[in-house]
């Protein structure tokens, strides 16, 4: 994967993660969560068969490939989501967005742990300074940050913590079925179904209505975060993944912050001040050390 597509990738990830924060506020409410997961990696799920089957790409795992893309489905797209929207019922989506952004960091410590993997100086220097930009730009959005009304918004930020933690896990079993082998779109799309497939159980297990919500808001909140959301951005996401590595790929999680600043910009009348353009620095600052350090 050449610079300039890795760099191209990064800024398509960003730019529509940035925005599915917001989205997901859109999906809360009248349907139970749980639903609205359903729907949303279900969609995509539909859809990433179908590209696949169209242009003829492989869909076939082997035992081995379908295991890790259990583990993959389980941790990013049931347990890591399942915890991102009670997160964001309890908090802010903008707390949320600056939690996950020490998954570079976690996926560092994760791959060292379990797979003893040596990252470059230049990676670790790069994901500390992208915490670091996202404390510091954030600092205002947390103490100002809107807690649903009633509930104790110390519960949202563990919620985000157990789904960084996920996806995290989720990321080295996907990291296990590159080892083994298994194509990135079809691997993606079976994970994303066996994803599916356990929310949906756990929401039979529950007793969950099964229903949508027939306005605008909810159904182009719903298209965007399948369409876009989930099905390009992961594509593009985990295709990064194995070019450059797992941790210049998760952090994307630490530029999505100040694209949710821009989006409190136009729709929340927040403003622009020294903060944030330091936080900015820092963030992009983290991002050229991750592309430039050797694959981590």
């Known amino acids: 994967m050449s ?9 398509v990830c960003a730019l529509i993660w940035g925005t599915t924060w917001f989205a997901i506020t859109l999906q809360l409410g009248v349907v139970d969560p749980i639903v609205s997961i359903v729907w949303r990696f279900g969609l995509a799920a539909v859809v990433l068969f179908a590209f696949c089957a ?13 295991l890790a893309a259990v583990g993959q489905g389980a941790f990013v797209f049931a347990i890591s989501y399942g915890f991102v929207y009670a997160a964001e019922e309890r908090v802010a989506s903008a707390v949320v967005a600056v939690i996950f952004a020490a998954l570079a ?9 379990l797979e003893r993997q040596k990252a ?16 510091v730009l954030s600092f205002g959005q947390l103490s100002g940050a ?5 509930v104790a918004p110390a519960l949202g930020v563990v919620f985000a913590l157990i789904a960084v933690l996920a996806s995290a896990f989720g990321n080295w079993f996907a990291w296990r079925g590159q080892q083994a082998g298994a ?20 929401g039979f297990a529950t007793g969950v209505e099964w229903r949508i919500e027939p306005t605008p808001a909810y159904i182009l909140s719903l298209l965007h975060l399948s369409l876009f959301g989930s099905v390009i951005a992961f594509g593009l996401y985990f ?4 070019q450059r590595g797992y941790a210049l790929a998760s952090y994307i999680s630490a530029l999505t912050p100040p694209i949710a600043v821009i989006m409190s910009v136009l729709f929340e009348g927040a403003h622009v001040g020294v903060t944030m ?4 620095i820092l963030v992009l600052g983290g991002q050229v050390l991750l592309i430039r350090a050797p694959k981590a």
Do not use: D
Request: glycine fraction near 10%; hydrophobic fraction near 60%; charge should be positive.
């Open 146 to 150: 809107g807690v649903s009304a009633g």
């Open 239 to 242: 295709t990064l993944a194995r």
């Open 105 to 113: 960091f976690v996926n560092l410590i994760l791959f060292r742990v």
């Open 3 to 11: 610079r300039p597509f890795t760099i191209l990738a990064i800024a």
């Open 277 to 280: 353009l330091i936080g900015l």
């Open 120 to 135: 470059a100086a230049g990676a670790w220097q790069g994901a500390i300074l992208g915490v670091c930009g996202v404390a």
């Open 183 to 202: 194509p990135v779109m079809a691997a993606t799309a079976w994970a994303m179904a066996y994803g599916t497939a356990m929310v949906a159980v756990y």
């Open 54 to 66: 169209l242009t003829r790409r492989p869909l076939r795992l082997t035992r081995a490939q379908h």
